[in-house]
């Protein structure tokens, strides 16, 4: 990397420069966009972060019916406001390795049945309560509560015993299973004092701002916690501000005059022309994410499975792609699962559109008439516009969807998990027997296709025990052939996380595991001087 840029870096990051000159040097002498950006977030995090300021946030996802329970937080709005308050014993790094947050350290027997969590002792919850092992016990209880709601019940139904000992808890499992760090770091377990089991929605959590203003669907306020027991890494805005901002075009134009410092889910058909607005910069990280399409397995008609089947081949994928996601992605094949996990089998064939077996499973099926799909602005980017294709590529196979397009407001509340067919969209997560079991369980209360299934439990559930890894790996070939051919999820696509921030924004890191950097971008962003 040439001496020059490693100069002009610095005076970025000092905020002498713009991002914009940089880039623009930096091509000039052959460098590409990403080793640049690279660099430049390399000077950022040497020059350390700048306190001060309020950090703005103009995002889609946000309802009047969301809550500050993050039992129920299903939605971007919720999911990054929770971020800010709360945190968990772990978290997945970017690279996706266990970080400690409110456990220090953890330890297993070695068949992977019991661990132990030790606890920090330095962690004041915003109500100026000491963090106690009692109040990690009684989270970890809240959730498991068969009556809870919670989209981690499936994984904390699994906890045979929970107890405090000492500075530590102690968590027995039912069954073995190596993945339990990852599962503690879900991000619906955030820590509240005694579990939140007197008041769920409070909002009082350990992380390093507290909420003091929240207006569902329309605006949020946190301020930093001063006693913050991790000030150094987190936490360096005097407050951030969350603006609930549905509509595609407003997010673009608040961040552009200025009125905002950042934006998710930038529409992939617009991102050249963000790319050439002054002071804004582009993040675009490859994730696990996905755009489904779900049918209710249990609903007629799509309890018939030739049915389903034959919307699966009417889907063109590669043109949805191509067209919705203007590259900045992959296909998918049916399955919420993608090379990115470590037990990944890529042999599976992958299912392409095929007009002739969409025809004989339709007419197998013995349906008539048309089928309703339901679909927003809100369930992702470009939802409108890849629910047309598939409207109009399923016409060519001789089967009628009619569309309703739903408002943003009320979708996640109304429609998701609700509607028989409808659209929505997956972040995947660390590994695949959370993705699994958060949302293919029987039992899950996330499963939002009402796949019901026996044989498929068990397959997860011996997955979880199973500690030899090819063993593992097959089992979960299995679990994916069956959700191809048989489940209720359409998965024609996976997406980039594309988000967009004013050139003002320091500390950013491209992270995978969700947009706006896992949700953290509020938290260990600043603005520069």
């Keep these: 990397m040439p001496r020059e840029l490693e100069f002009m870096s610095q005076q970025v990051a000092a905020g002498r420069l713009s991002r914009r000159e940089f880039l623009g040097r930096a091509a000039a002498l052959g460098v590409t966009v990403a080793s640049a950006n690279l660099l430049l977030g390399q000077a950022a995090r040497a020059a350390g972060p700048v306190k001060g300021g309020t950090l703005k946030a103009g995002l889609v996802g946000g309802e009047s019916t969301n809550s500050l329970d993050p039992a129920t937080w299903a939605s971007q709005v919720p999911y990054t406001l929770g971020r800010c308050w709360g945190e968990q014993l772990l978290e997945v790094s970017p690279a996706g390795e266990i970080e400690y947050r409110l456990a220090e350290t953890y330890e297993a027997t070695p068949d992977a049945k019991t661990w132990r969590f030790k606890i920090r002792k330095d962690v004041t919850f915003h109500n100026g309560k000491e963090l106690t092992p009692a109040d990690v016990v009684a989270t970890l209880e809240r959730h498991g509560d068969a009556d809870s709601k919670s989209a981690a019940l499936p994984f904390v139904q699994e906890f045979e015993t929970i107890k405090a000992d000492g500075d530590s808890v102690v968590i027995t499992l039912r069954q073995p299973n190596a993945d339990l760090p990852y599962v503690v770091s879900d991000y619906h377990l955030m820590i509240q004092p005694n579990g939140g089991k007197e008041d769920p929605t409070a909002g009082i959590g350990t992380g390093p ?5 929240n207006e569902p669907g329309v605006k949020h306020i946190a301020q930093r916690h001063e006693g913050y027991w991790g000030s150094a890494e987190r936490g360096h805005a005097d407050q ?49 994410g996905h755009y489904v399409f779900i049918a209710h397995c249990n609903t007629t008609p799509f309890d018939n499975n030739d ?17 919705v996601l203007a590259g900045y992605g992959t296909v998918g094949n049916d399955t919420p699962m993608i090379k990115g996990y470590p037990l990944f089998d890529n042999d599976i064939e992958q299912r392409a559109f095929d007009p002739d077996k969409a025809k004989f499973h339709y007419k197998k099926s013995g349906h008539s008439g048309s089928v309703l799909l339901r679909t927003s602005d809100v369930a992702f980017p470009g939802a409108v516009d890849a629910a047309q294709l598939f409207q109009m590529s399923a016409a060519k196979c001789g089967i009628t969807i009619d569309l309703k397009r739903e408002p943003g407001d009320g979708y996640w509340s109304d ?45 997860i ?28 999820v359409i998965v024609p696509m996976f997406n980039n996380y594309i988000d967009a921030t004013s050139d003002k924004v320091g500390g950013w890191v491209d992270d995978p595991n969700g947009e706006l950097m896992g949700g953290h971008a509020l938290t260990k962003c600043w603005l520069n001087a």
Excluded: C
């Excluded at 701002?209 to 203003?213: A, L, T």
């Excluded at 049915?307 to 067209?323: G, H, N, S």
């Excluded at 998701?416 to 660390?430: D, I, L």
């Excluded at 097959?474 to 051919?485: K, P, T, V």
């Design 415 to 459: 429609v998701w998990n609700k509607q028989p067919f409808s659209m929505s969209y997956w972040t995947g997560r660390p590994t695949q027997d959370q993705v699994y079991s958060i949302a293919y369980l029987s039992k899950a209360e996330w499963n939002d296709t009402r796949f019901f299934r026996e044989d498929f439990d068990r397959l």
């Design 461 to 488: 559930f011996t997955a979880r025990g199973e500690l030899d890894t090819a063993k593992r790996k097959a089992l979960y070939r299995q679990s994916a052939m069956i959700l191809r051919d048989e489940g209720g």
């Design 209 to 213: 701002y507290k909420v003091v203003s």
């Design 240 to 288: 951030i501000e969350i603006a609930v901002i549905n509509d595609s075009t407003a997010r673009t134009a608040a961040l552009q005059s200025g009125q905002i410092h950042m934006i998710n889910r930038i529409e992939p058909k617009v991102v050249a022309l963000i790319q050439r607005l002054p002071g804004v910069v582009i993040r675009n990280v490859p994730g696990k």
């Design 307 to 323: 049915l389903r089947l034959a919307l699966k081949y009417a889907v063109d994928r590669e043109e949805m792609v191509a067209k």
